[in-house]
T-cell receptor, first 115, second 114 residues
Framework: AQKVTQAQTEISVVEKEDVTLDCVYE???????LFWYKQPPSGELVFLIR??????QNEISGRYSWNFQKSTSSFNFTITASQVVDSAVYFC????????????FGSGTQLTVLP | DSGVTQTPKHLITATGQRVTLRCSPR?????VYWYQQSLDQGLQFLIQ???????AKGNILERFSAQQFPDLHSELNLSSLELGDSALYFC?????????????FGPGTRLTVL
């Protein structure tokens, strides 16, 4: 069975600081997909990124960047120059390509950005 | 806005009652998923449908059931409600229901059982 671990329960930073959210996953499958979702205080789950297991290229989107390393089974998320609007719970998730297509979520990291 | 709609947004009911949560997927998506988010269990997968057929089942209680209709909307039925069923229930949809597909989530239905 697959597992996603987000060891950081809560992180607090001051605006404009950089912050990295850690995600470690476990699976025996060679084909899998990793995701990050954001849950702001309003409660909805917002999709941020999807990465497949064959693509280890890091990705940057504005202030967001993701570092995928298969060697350490990690898919970390960095926010550069954080803003108050980045305050939210961030979830890392994993799904497989076979019959079990449901998302397995980590427990989430509550990020608070202070002004 | 993900394009997935869920109704109602909030639901308050009593123990022992039955409720129905409704979800409409994004236009063109054939697969619907239901997840439960609670403080103690986190985000847990309940069940997946693809084009009207059940495709995968997670930790869904026997008191809970779901279906996907020909117009692809889905309903999650929760019966004999207990206090512990209080949670945020999310519906998500994806194009083909494959692992490679991104799941887009609705705004959720917050269920409170008193």
């Amino acid at each position: 069975a697959q597992k996603v671990t987000q060891a950081q329960t809560e992180i607090s930073v001051v605006e404009k600081e950089d912050v990295t959210l850690d995600c470690v996953y476990e699976t025996r499958d060679t084909t899998y997909y990793l995701f990050w979702y954001k849950q702001p205080p309003s409660g909805e789950l917002v999709f941020l990124i999807r990465r497949n297991s064959f693509d280890e290229q890091n990705e940057i989107s504005g202030r967001y960047s993701w570092n995928f390393q298969k060697s350490t089974s990690s898919f970390n998320f960095t926010i550069t120059a954080s803003q108050v609007v980045d305050s939210a719970v961030y979830f890392c998730a994993l799904t497989l390509s076979g019959s079990a297509r449901q998302l397995t979520f980590g427990s989430g990291t509550q990020l608070t950005v202070l002004p | 806005d993900s394009g997935v709609t869920q109704t109602p947004k909030h639901l308050i009911t009593a123990t022992g009652q039955r409720v129905t949560l409704r979800c409409s997927p994004r236009s063109g998506d054939l697969s619907v998923y239901w997840y439960q988010q609670s403080l103690d269990q986190g985000l847990q997968f309940l069940i997946q449908y693809y084009n009207g057929e059940e495709r995968a089942k997670g930790n869904i209680l026997e008191r809970f059931s779901a279906q996907q209709f020909p117009d692809l909307h889905s309903e999650l039925n929760l019966s004999s409600l207990e206090l512990g069923d209080s949670a945020l229930y999310f519906c998500a949809s994806s194009a083909q229901g494959r692992g490679a597909d991104t799941q887009y989530f609705g705004p959720g239905t917050r269920l409170t059982v008193l």
